[in-house]
């Protein structure tokens, strides 16, 4: 049986069966039968469920006259994701705010889960940062289609036709280049600083190690930010045949 945390050992006890029976129906055999759920996908849900929570409490107390701290800090992460966005796209770049800003949020929480006591940050396994990583890769691929249409195609085959052959095969591997980039950017840094953290608390319990607590939040800020930028900037790139 693989180490558990214990939000994974509650998740296993009560839906074990249901996950295992649904594996198995989809022709999956599970290495564990009576623990499906890894750590990395529970702290997923556990992740999803603290925005589903936050999102209600701010939706409660939304206020025109009065708005609360919670309004304003959200308020100001979407003014922010909106600037930038305004900067890297351009004009009615506002559309592509409903995909950025969750993604963001989840990545940054996601990331902040590490220094928590007893949890772990789920980007710190590499099966997370890639299911976010083919979301923006496909999220700016169909934008591009539907913005661009057969002509977003066009940008694949180069500048001119006869250096099609050519570009074709480039431009795919560096389009899949990108979901890899994406992949490790995240999945390293997490990694590396979940590790630091850890190894710092267990060998010294107070004092220095709170230095690297304060690193581990620095990096879980940036490396959330760089993933939303670079999103942008590569949908900057999909949709450019609108401007």
């Keep these: ?46 992740v999803f469920g603290f925005l589903v929570l936050i999102f209600i409490l701010l939706r409660m107390r939304l206020s025109v006259e009065r708005p609360g701290a919670l309004q304003h800090i959200f308020e100001s992460i979407q003014g922010f994701i909106e600037g930038q966005s305004r900067d890297v796209i351009g004009h009615h770049s506002e559309r592509f705010t409903g995909f950025l800003l969750p993604l963001g949020l989840f990545i940054l929480v996601a990331n902040l889960f590490g220094i928590v006591p007893g949890l772990e940050s789920p980007t710190a396994f590499p099966v997370v940062p890639l299911g976010c990583a083919i979301c923006a890769f496909a999220y700016y691929q169909v934008q591009g289609l539907k913005l661009g249409g057969v002509g977003y195609l066009k940008h694949f085959l180069g500048p001119v036709w006869w250096l099609s052959p050519l570009m074709l095969p480039l431009e795919i591997i560096s389009h899949l280049a990108r979901l890899l980039s994406l992949t490790i950017r995240l999945y390293a840094n997490m990694f590396a600083g979940d590790m630091v953290t850890l190894v710092f608390f267990s060998l010294i319990p107070l004092g220095i190690p709170v230095i690297f607590l304060g690193l581990h939040i620095g990096v879980a800020l940036l490396q959330a930010y760089i993933f939303v930028l670079l999103t942008t900037v590569y949908l900057a790139g999909a949709v450019a045949t609108e401007h």
């Design 1 to 46: 049986m693989p180490e558990q945390l214990f939000f994974t050992r509650f998740l296993n006890a009560a839906l074990a069966g249901p996950v295992t029976a649904l594996l198995r129906a989809l022709h999956i055999e599970p290495q564990y039968p009576q623990a499906p759920i890894s750590n990395a996908v529970a702290m997923e849900v556990l």
